[in-house]
């Protein structure tokens, strides 16, 4: 056991950028298969079991039915199968050297860490907002009060692999079209709030969006937030290939997450999340998961530092603002969630939690920028003169497809490149999506 647990601990000492995918599967052989080759992919890996959606939800029973019935699921329902054949799984692997990872999208997450813990697993992610207003209609104030005890269960563990390590998925709020100030605002305030409740092994996160300027310095902004409001946390940042609508054809998608891959190591990021080829079509298999690792770790050792000071700038002022508009509702971190949105001081576009206002608007600009066509009432400009504009739903459906448009070009008569099987695989047959927001 380090100081940094096995987690924090093999990011801080990997020299160069760690790999990981988000891949699971319900059959526990095949999720060894799968690690396994993820291990064997290249010296900078580490491990993911990505949960079911039958377990997210809380649908124990139907997952074990799925399991009696061998119906694949598309994940790894740790709750059926229980604490004792998973750490049979993990026992296959020396977790200092290659740790894992619990992936999950769950707002009532206490019944996962504490059955994770059971089995050995000592880093998860997501986080009382991130992981409740995309993916449920759980009440925020349900959700804060459930990700402080399980919070607080994950801090007081002092086995093998300890302290915990925990990464707020604030950075891949509905996959896309959220500006960069309030993926880094929420971030912040997420750690904070694990921060509050005795963690103190964390990651940021930050998905590519559609810029590569912008989202540059909104990462040196997120880092320098980090340092100046997390005092006492280890933390590193994690980046995340593009969460959205990804390209059809092999040269697009290709192209995409090795982009992702340049900007996680232009912005020393330590830690990077890739997609595949098969996004746009069906469940990745194991070796579309390991090919996108090489290609993504190949193209992070060629990038160039940058720099981008006016960018940075404007995004440390925006989620600055947005941050001591929080602190200042409440001196409990999950209260101040709670009446930020409530008053809609925090507001995610084109979401339709209950709990969210959903007044805020962006765009994409001519240079692929996000910016905000209406921020409703967060204390913050939208930075244009004049009205406001009307984005209209073909607006929503153009912007949803930018990357697409842009990485396929003259390659979408590609999108043949895939096997014969190019419909939807059955679920559990590659790796479970449950963090992409389509």
């Known amino acids: 056991m380090t100081e940094l647990g096995f987690f924090g601990g093999r990011v801080a000492r990997h020299d160069g950028l760690v790999t990981q995918t988000r891949m699971g599967f319900s059959d526990p052989w095949r999720m060894l298969e799968g690690l396994r080759a993820v291990r064997n992919a290249g010296a900078g890996t580490v491990g993911t079991i990505t949960l079911d959606s039958f377990t997210r939800t809380g ?37 200092s050297r290659f740790p894992i ?23 998860t992610e997501g986080g009382p907002v991130s992981y409740c207003l995309p993916y449920s209609r759980e009440p925020l104030a349900a959700a804060v009060t459930e990700w402080a005890r399980s919070c ?62 912008q989202d540059f310095g909104a990462i040196t902004a997120l880092r320098r937030l980090a340092r100046e409001r997390l005092a006492g946390a280890d933390w590193h940042i994690t980046i995340y290939t593009f969460m959205g609508v990804f390209p059809e054809s092999a040269l697009g998608a290709r192209s995409l997450i ?29 070796a579309e998961n390991v090919q996108a690792l090489r290609w993504a770790t190949a193209a992070a050792a060629g990038a160039e530092p940058d720099d981008d000071d006016d ?3 404007a995004v440390y002022r925006e989620a600055g603002t947005l941050i001591d508009a929080v602190l200042d509702q409440h001196a409990n971190i999950g209260q101040a969630l709670i009446g930020a949105f409530r008053k809609g001081l ?20 001519s240079a692929g920028r996000l910016q905000w ?10 930075g244009r003169a004049g009205a406001e504009p009307r984005v209209s739903a073909a607006d929503l459906l153009t912007m949803l497809d930018y990357h697409r448009r842009r990485f396929d070009g003259s390659h979408v008569q590609e999108k043949g490149h895939h096997h014969d099987d190019d419909r939807i695989a059955p679920a559990g047959h590659g790796s479970g999506q449950l963090d992409a927001c389509r």
């Open 101 to 123: 990872q619990i992936r999950h999208g769950s707002p009532r997450p206490y019944m996962i860490f504490r059955e994770m813990l059971a089995a050995g697993i000592t880093a």
């Open 152 to 213: 607080e269960l994950l801090s007081e563990y002092r086995g093998p692999g300890a302290p915990v390590h925990l990464e707020s998925f604030s950075g891949c709020m509905l996959g896309q079209l959220c500006p960069p100030g309030l993926l880094v605002a929420l971030n912040i305030l997420e750690g904070l709030f694990f921060l509050e409740h005795g963690l103190r092994s964390i990651s940021l996160s930050y998905a590519q969006q559609t810029n590569h300027r």
């Open 258 to 286: 090795e982009e992702s891959a340049r900007l996680a190591a232009s912005t020393g990021s330590e830690r990077l999340i890739v997609k595949t080829v098969a996004e746009a079509f069906r469940i990745p298999t194991i």
């Open 59 to 95: 649908n124990l029973d139907r997952a074990r039915e799925e399991l009696l019935r061998g119906t694949p699921l598309n994940g790894y329902p740790l709750l059926a199968h229980g604490a004792a054949r998973t750490r049979e799984l993990i026992g296959a692997f020396d977790q």
């Open 346 to 365: 925090l507001d995610v576009p084109y979401c339709l939690h209950p709990d969210n206002a959903n007044q805020a608007r962006t765009t994409i600009d």
């Open 311 to 313: 960018a940075a700038e």
């Open 373 to 382: 066509a209406s921020t409703g009432r967060m204390p913050i400009a939208t």
